[in-house]
């Protein structure tokens, strides 16, 4: 979701965009009219009918007006933006200690290596992780399942890289999750996440860290499964 519907979506938005959801709409279009959402959400068949237009225009819903209700259904950013929510209250109630993520090693476009051997990342990951990384990411296509949970790693303590700036431009700043990687009957114990704040990378993929090859050393190809293994610091 972006930064403008974020901010044009309130609390009584998210509402109705909730019972939409326990109505079965993530899954696919359900049939509903204004004034069962108002009936369910406790608001006139007027304020629920403003409340769903603000869903639809900030891109949380899709609907098709018919003669006798509407057919809506949750988009993947309204997906995302009550699993955000979800989050949200699993720190408040939960205490999350690890989050299992399962995917296949695939093919980078070589961003990982280029970012790692930079002085201003480098210097902080032998800091702050203990050890240098081997130039280079194992990236990771993950499964459906594995690309929603992912989210939940917003709620595990991670490691900070900072930002920097050279003569030439300005470099983001990066989390790093400590993480185990199983692939076939081979693991390794020292690694990490790195979610940096700039990427082309979509919310499918994630790129891993190590101080050894880990291609090698877990003797994987491309397309071989890889379970991971997410922990705070």
């Keep these: ?11 009584d938005e998210l509402a109705v965009l909730k019972e939409l959801a326990l109505l079965g709409g993530v899954d696919g279009e359900i049939k509903t009219s204004c004034s069962k959402l108002g009936a369910k959400t406790g608001v006139s068949t007027q304020t629920a ?13 899709v ?17 995302r933006t009550l699993r955000n929510e979800y989050n949200d209250y699993r720190q408040i109630f939960e205490t999350i ?11 980078g476009m070589g961003e990982g290596r280029h970012y ?39 709620s595990l303590d991670a490691v900070h890289i900072d930002g920097w700036e050279s003569e ?28 940096p704040e700039r990427t082309h990378h979509d919310e499918t993929q994630i790129e891993v860290i190590a101080p050894i090859k880990l291609r090698n050393n877990l003797g994987v190809e ?3 499964h ?8």
């Design 116 to 154: 790692i051997t930079q002085d201003g990342y480098m210097e902080q990951f032998k800091s702050k992780l203990e050890y240098e990384p081997f130039p280079g990411t194992l990236n990771i296509e993950l499964t459906d399942a594995s690309s929603r949970r992912r989210a939940t790693l917003d």
């Design 49 to 61: 009918s403003r409340r769903l237009q603000q869903l639809e225009t900030t891109g949380l819903v």
């Design 1 to 11: 979701m972006s930064n403008t519907a974020s901010k044009a979506v309130g609390n």
């Design 168 to 195: 030439n431009r300005t470099f983001g700043p990066a989390l790093c999750y400590p993480v185990s990687i199983t692939a076939g009957e081979k693991a390794v114990d020292t690694a990490h996440v790195v979610e």
């Design 226 to 233: 890889i379970h991971i293994t997410v922990t705070g610091k």
């Design 63 to 79: 609907r098709d007006t018919v003669s006798d209700g509407q057919w809506v259904k949750v988009t993947n950013d309204g997906e």
């Design 222 to 224: 491309d397309g071989d």
């Design 97 to 107: 200690s690890t989050v299992e993520l399962t995917g296949r090693a695939t093919s």
